[in-house]
């Protein structure tokens, strides 16, 4: 067995390929808070619970209607995305014009009410969801074996990734949303219709939430809780990435899942609080964040 | 005037309530029986204990006929969600206001520490089914109060464990749940495996409820053990299992589920489970009389069937039963002394006996999950490999660590 | 000023007299956790700053507490003021670390430095990770009155929380309070005129932790226990939730939403997942409809008729 630093090489990319994955769903995750940050300056503490919805959309379609994992991808995200426009439309529209403390009060609660409504019908423990048969297996890649879906996520979350950050900042709907938020009342004048926009971009920022849930799905269990676990990274990442920051938000993601990664193999016990610990770092080191503008 | 009156009353409130409960003593406190059932209802222990060990419980009830010196029988139940505090909370108020007598089945580790020295401090019967801490019976023992019913840590490695090392496993790593269990469990295996000639590489552990085994797995991957133990239960084993199928991990190494029942094997199906050795106190297809329950349990229970957790709280509640109708009252030591001086011999053990320490010992088997050939059904998944009788297989008396209990 | 010193009089009158028709246990976590609401309002309350991480004080102040009492073999009084020295120091480095942020972020840093103690605490071997400490003794107070009893027990927490309670009273009505005050309504405005704002809200925050800390270490010895639950996010959230419903900015608020909560909590105890569901639903109800929470509420309709 090859060493580096006195680890086995198989265990090294092993978890760092690990880290990959996870750094793939708070890459995704973190995507959808800064981009609903960004427009709504509202911290979506929901997003987590949102997450874990999609996931159980997932689970549902394909266990009560037998509908697979491909039409999953499309309608799983699709429904949470209502949902998005439902909990905008009703909820966080009253709290625009207050302090943004309310709206992260609000998504919190909205997050508990989740979680304990899929806990009441379907336990804590968590939900096993069949994998796709075309996924079934794994790459031989001499150094370890490499399960065939978790690459495809980590594909697909690179592919969304850039997907949205080219819409927001390199098109035309993008720079809509841009100056909608910075100055709603002129771009109201221009004709557009600017509740519409924050409503579908709320819509849009969940709805990959409930996307990234769908992929989670096969490799975590479906459990109510898993929003929870995760969102507090999440949080983390975004704080460490500038909360504006659209690339920020990719990169910190996919690199704190490597340094998670990492750790794991060399100093096992901290891998948990490592992300906060860089979080502190960064705090007193460039308070905005590594790619954040002071707002 | 109004301050006469108010101590007038208060006078005779004392004058009626003191000598009502006094005139219980001879019979039942609070006029009724009650049992309390605690486990987790909805967790990752669910299928363990759940629902199952209620239904249990109120099966024994029945069968005794529902009545005790011509009053109720009652089971109430809680669910603690694995967590101790929880756990204490619900107990202490069971105790304290609620008036019940016995609680029983109390999974997890942790909570049934908890309950344990609660029983203790409170003078009330605890019977622990599902929990499998030896500390239970040694450091933190309770023999005027608790029981541990069906198997502990000490005797699942000395069952599971030593069949294994005989069996050529000879280095092992284990991956472990964090908490009393997973502790207790890893360590009495590793001595057991360092007895028998053998040695441990390393472990990791795991919080309790893990999704995601996968980075756990790399570790033990890498660690080039011949065995990996799986120092989990419930939930966890099943998805560790998962996991290492998926990893490739069995091609290199073995698995070793050291606490596995017939409910995770139905979890994980025949396919992923076949050929894993495993140790249980009771199976449902062992002879007629365990069929014969497993069937009455089955009917309350949506076809499925019984494992050896559930027998445990239907034959503890059963005896604690016998021994209150035998010592004519619900009393504590009483009962306590009734329950050490009857022997058990119901479907669930032939000849057990309860020890000065609180511990149950009966025989424990050695299983092997059939291979999907071999098996006619659902359910049908044991093959017995041996049966080991309580004195090998528990710790004996003369080495627990129970202070309490002067040799 | 009369009707509040009578209502004051009036409250304690019935603290004493709690034990008498209440069970000492139930009310004991009540007046725990109002004070770590008590604690918590100091901070979102009277300096506008939104914690979202205070379990992490109440929570690691019960695993110091729970130590020195259980392994160290302290007595009660030293053990609480272990804890609650340590919930300082907590709050004296987090709170360095989190006033460089403001409004949203601040609540989210402060947020993740509590994840960050939690996982510590997972993983630290004095805490037992999910088994907690257990069986923590209560002691003997001074060496001299044994706790083992609930009604006495309820009494030694009964003068911690009115100490306490009557602490933030001082420092709410006092200059300092006064400036704390100022910083919330308007915070540039205070800068201009002087104030050294982060040093108030960096002594507010280690204040407020302080507080919540002496819950908690208190909380260890009345019930013996301490796990990771004190330590969680849920934990964080449920405070929130506490002062939340019971009026942010009022001093008795906090006290009345802790009674509530700890009462539902009670009553929905094995309806598991049911507890979680209310306590979403009223969040999003006091957060859309009833911002002021109910003492907020009562004073504001008192002061229209006035």
């Known amino acids: ?295 | ?407 | 000023m009369n009707a509040s010193r009578t209502l004051y009089l009036a409250l304690l009158a019935l603290l004493l007299a709690a034990p008498f028709v209440g069970y000492p246990i139930f009310l004991m976590k009540v007046l725990c956790f109002a004070l770590f609401a008590c604690a918590f309002n100091l901070l979102i309350g009277f300096t506008g700053l939104l914690s979202f991480g205070h379990a992490m004080f109440f929570g690691f102040a019960a695993y110091v507490s729970g130590h020195a009492a259980k392994v160290w073999g302290l007595t009660p009084e030293l053990a609480i003021l272990s804890g609650t020295v340590c919930a300082a120091g907590i709050g004296l480095v987090t709170g360095w670390l989190a006033v460089r942020r403001q409004g949203i972020y601040f609540a989210m840093v402060t947020l993740a430095l509590a994840q960050m103690i939690y996982f510590v605490c997972v993983q630290a071997p004095f805490t037992y990770a999910e088994d907690g400490i257990q069986s923590i003794p209560r002691g003997k107070l001074l060496g001299l009155v044994d706790l083992k009893d609930d009604t006495t027990m309820y009494y030694v927490v009964m003068v911690i929380f009115i100490a306490a309670f009557a602490l933030i009273y001082r420092i709410i009505h006092s200059p300092f309070g006064q400036v704390l005050k100022s910083i919330r309504e308007n915070e540039p405005r205070a800068l201009s005129l002087g104030y050294n704002v982060d040093r108030y809200k960096l002594l507010a925050f280690v204040l407020s932790g302080t507080l919540a800390g002496l819950a908690g270490a208190t909380k260890a010895i009345a019930f013996g226990l301490a796990t990771l639950t004190d330590v969680g996010w849920q934990m964080s959230g449920e405070v929130v939730l506490m002062t939340l419903l019971g009026g942010m900015g009022t001093l008795l608020g906090p006290v009345l939403g802790a009674a509530i909560i700890v009462t539902m909590q009670n009553y929905l105890a094995n309806l598991g997942s049911l507890v979680s569901i209310v306590m979403g639903a009223t969040f999003v109800v006091c957060v859309l409809l009833f911002r002021r929470g109910i003492v907020g509420e009562i004073a504001h309709r008192w002061g229209k008729k006035a």
């Open chain 2, 1 to 407: 005037m109004k301050r006469k009156l108010l101590s007038v009353a208060i006078a005779a409130a004392l004058a009626f309530g003191v000598p009502i409960t006094q005139a219980q003593q001879g019979k039942l406190s609070g006029d009724v029986v009650k049992i309390g059932v605690l486990t987790d209802m909805s967790g990752v222990y669910a299928d363990y204990g759940g629902p199952g060990a209620v239904a249990a419980a109120r099966l024994a009830v029945q069968d005794f006929g529902g009545k005790i010196f011509g009053k109720n029988i009652e089971v109430v139940n809680a669910d603690h969600q694995n967590k101790p505090d929880i756990a204490k909370n619900v107990t202490q108020q069971w105790f304290d206001r609620d008036g019940v007598d016995m609680t029983v089945e109390n999974l997890n580790s942790a909570v049934a520490l908890t309950v344990q020295a609660l029983g203790k401090e409170k003078n009330k019967i605890t019977i622990v089914t599902g929990a499998a801490t030896s500390r239970l019976t040694n450091e933190d023992c309770a023999p005027n109060t608790g029981i541990h019913y069906l198997m502990d840590t000490v005797a699942l490695s000395n069952v599971v464990g030593k069949a294994i090392v005989k069996d050529g496993g000879d280095s092992w790593f284990f991956l472990t749940a964090d908490y009393a269990f997973g502790h207790s469990l890893e360590k009495d295996t590793g001595e057991v495996v360092r007895a028998n000639g053998g040695k441990v590489n390393g472990a990791v552990r795991h919080p309790l409820s893990t999704g995601d085994f996968s980075s756990f797995l790399l570790q033990a991957q890498s660690s080039g053990a011949k065995v990996v133990g799986l120092a989990n239960a419930g939930g966890d084993t099943v998805n560790s299992i998962k996991a290492a199928a998926e990893f490739g991990l069995t091609k290199k190494q073995n698995l070793a589920a050291l606490l596995m029942l017939v409910t995770d094997v139905h979890a994980l199906g025949l396919n992923t489970a076949q050929g894993l050795y495993l140790t249980e106190g009771w199976y449902w297809d062992l002879n007629p009389e365990t069929r014969a329950w497993a069937d009455k349990f089955s009917k309350v229970m949506n076809g499925r069937k019984p494992n050896s957790n559930h027998a445990a709280v239907y034959s503890s509640t059963l005896h604690y039963l016998k021994a209150v109708q035998a010592a004519g009252t619900d009393d504590t030591a009483a009962v306590m002394a009734r329950m050490r001086a009857t022997p058990i011999n119901d479907m669930f053990a032939k000849g057990g006996t309860l020890r000065p320490d609180g511990r149950m010992v009966h025989d424990m088997y050695l299983f092997q999950v059939k291979t999907p050939a071999e098996s006619k059904g659902a359910w049908d998944y044991f093959k017995l490999k041996g049966t080991v009788s309580g004195a090998e297989a528990f710790r004996p008396l003369a080495q627990s660590t129970c202070a309490a209990i002067k040799k």
């Open chain 1, 1 to 295: 067995m090859t060493e580096i630093f006195g680890i086995p090489t198989a265990a090294l990319f092993g978890q760092l390929l690990l880290g990959l994955v996870n750094g793939s769903f708070y890459a995704i995750l973190s995507l959808g808070l800064a981009v609903i940050f960004g427009m709504l300056n509202i911290v979506n503490f929901a997003h987590g619970a949102l997450y874990m919805t999609g996931a159980f959309f997932a689970w549902m379609l394909l266990n009560y209607a037998g509908i697979n994992y491909w039409y999953a991808l499309i309608l799983a995200p699709a429904a949470v995305g209502l949902i998005g426009v439902l909990i905008e439309k009703t909820m966080l529209r009253w709290l625009h014009q207050l302090d943004h403390l309310y709206g992260l009060l609000l998504t919190f609660g909205l997050a508990l009410l989740l979680e304990g409504v899929f806990r009441e019908f379907y336990g804590s423990s968590g939900m096993p969801y069949e994998l796709p048969a075309v996924f079934r297996g794994a790459f031989d890649v001499g150094f370890m074996m490499l399960p065939k879906y978790r690459a495809w996520v980590v594909v697909v979350s690179l592919f969304l990734c850039l997907f949205t950050w080219y819409v927001i900042e390199k098109t035309k709907l993008g720079a809509y949303l841009r100056a909608g938020t910075e100055n709603p009342n002129l771009v109201k004048a221009f004709g557009i219709n600017v509740p519409l926009m924050v409503t579908l971009t709320y819509a849009f920022g969940v709805g990959l939430a409930g996307l990234a849930g769908v992929m989670a799905a096969p490799i975590y269990q479906v459990s109510p809780l898993m929003g929870s676990n995760i969102i507090i990274v999440v949080f983390a990442v975004v704080v460490i990435g500038g909360m504006g920051s659209i690339l920020g938000s990719i990169i910190t993601g996919i690199a704190l899942g490597l340094i998670e990664g990492l750790t794991k193999v060399f100093y096992a016990e901290i891998s948990s609080t490592v992300v906060f610990i860089i979080m502190a770092i960064v705090l007193m080191v460039r308070p905005a964040g590594l790619f954040g503008r002071e707002k």
